[in-house]
């Protein structure tokens, strides 16, 4: 079974990353790691790890995650990436999903970014299997609610880890 790490900083948004965690199909194994500073109380799903457990499973390349998302992703957290500091267990999960060349989505959240962030992804994003991502949502799909852009942003990063969605109406 394919295992997919879905990791939350403490970015504005952090809910978004909690409805891609609950969308994930039942045929992957799925992980939950939250920051502090997400948070987000959880109250009954199965597979989470917090921030500073540092031995936590996603800790090790052996436990071959498949894909990781860190959804949203601080400008702090993204610095940390960007600089191989792996200093808790969200951070050293993307520290392991690029050395073990896995798939790494990144949701940058910030406005405006910096130049700083900039090059910290910019930086990232030529690392092989490293998905620079923004909640950046759309407007040809004419969304009503924020469910609606909710659900566009979680089909796209589904997409990038080709997990099959019918979350949004595709362009035809
Ligand atoms: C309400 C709130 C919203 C925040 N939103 C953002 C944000 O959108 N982007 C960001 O980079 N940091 C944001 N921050 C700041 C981060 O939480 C802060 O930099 C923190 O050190 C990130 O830690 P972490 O990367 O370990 O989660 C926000 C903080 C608070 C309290």
């Known amino acids: 079974m394919k295992k997919i790490l879905v ?41 989470i790890f917090f921030n500073d457990d540092i031995a936590a499973a996603p800790a090790s390349g052996s436990f071959a995650i498949d894909t990781t998302f860190i959804v949203p992703c601080s400008m702090n957290t993204l610095a940390k990436i960007a600089n191989g500091i792996a200093d808790n267990l969200i951070t050293r999960s993307a520290a392991v999903a690029i050395k073990e060349q896995k798939k790494l989505i990144l949701a940058p959240r910030e406005l405006p970014f910096s130049q700083i962030d900039l090059e910290n992804m910019l930086k990232l994003s030529k690392i092989n299997n490293v998905f620079i991502a923004p909640p950046i949502i759309a407007y040809y799909n004419k969304p009503k609610t924020i469910n609606d852009m909710e659900m566009f942003l979680i089909g796209k990063w589904f997409d990038m880890a080709r997990i099959e969605n019918e979350l949004f109406e595709r362009w035809k």
């Open 7 to 47: 990791c939350i900083s403490g970015a504005s948004g952090a809910g978004l990353g909690i409805k891609l965690y609950n969308l994930i199909p039942s045929k992957y194994e799925r992980y939950l790691i939250l920051s502090k500073n997400a948070k987000i109380v959880l109250e009954k799903e199965e597979n």
